[in-house]
């Protein structure tokens, strides 16, 4: 089993930046994808970005592309995702997920493991 604990969340002014961190316990993420969605009110849960088990691999929905980064430690176990630029839209709950494989980064389904989720407020 994989414990996820989300961090980082909070309120911030639009254009203002903030870290988010995901840290993994109960065995190493090493080998698993590790991805960060959202879900803000009203709406589904929806991908933001994800990264491979080495960290080769970074992927993006496209509205944040350029303003956020994802990054992983496996050493401490932990993944983070970077938030800059940030705008009112992007005001939602964020979860970090860990998937086995290779397939798809941005389906839901595919993920093994979830956090709880930490909350993003962006005030304009």
């Known amino acids: 089993q994989v414990q996820l604990v989300e961090s980082g969340g909070g309120l911030v002014q639009a254009g203002g930046s903030l870290r988010l961190s995901c840290a993994a316990s109960?065995?190493?993420?090493?080998?698993?994808?590790m991805a960060w969605f959202r879900q803000a009110p009203g709406k589904e849960r929806e991908f933001v970005a994800g990264?491979?088990?080495?960290?080769?691999?970074?992927y993006y929905t496209d509205s944040v592309k350029g303003r956020f980064a994802i990054s992983r430690d496996n050493g401490k176990n932990t993944v983070y995702l970077q938030m800059d630029s940030l705008k009112p839209e992007d005001t939602a709950v964020y979860y970090c997920?860990?998937?086995?494989?290779?397939?798809?980064?941005?389906?839901?389904?595919?993920?093994?493991?979830w956090g709880q989720g930490t909350r993003l407020t962006v005030s304009s």
């Open positions: 109960g065995r190493t993420v090493s080998t698993y994808g």
């Open positions: 997920a860990a998937k086995r494989g290779t397939a798809s980064y941005t389906s839901t389904d595919r993920y093994d493991y």
């Open positions: 990264i491979s088990a080495g960290g080769g691999g970074t």
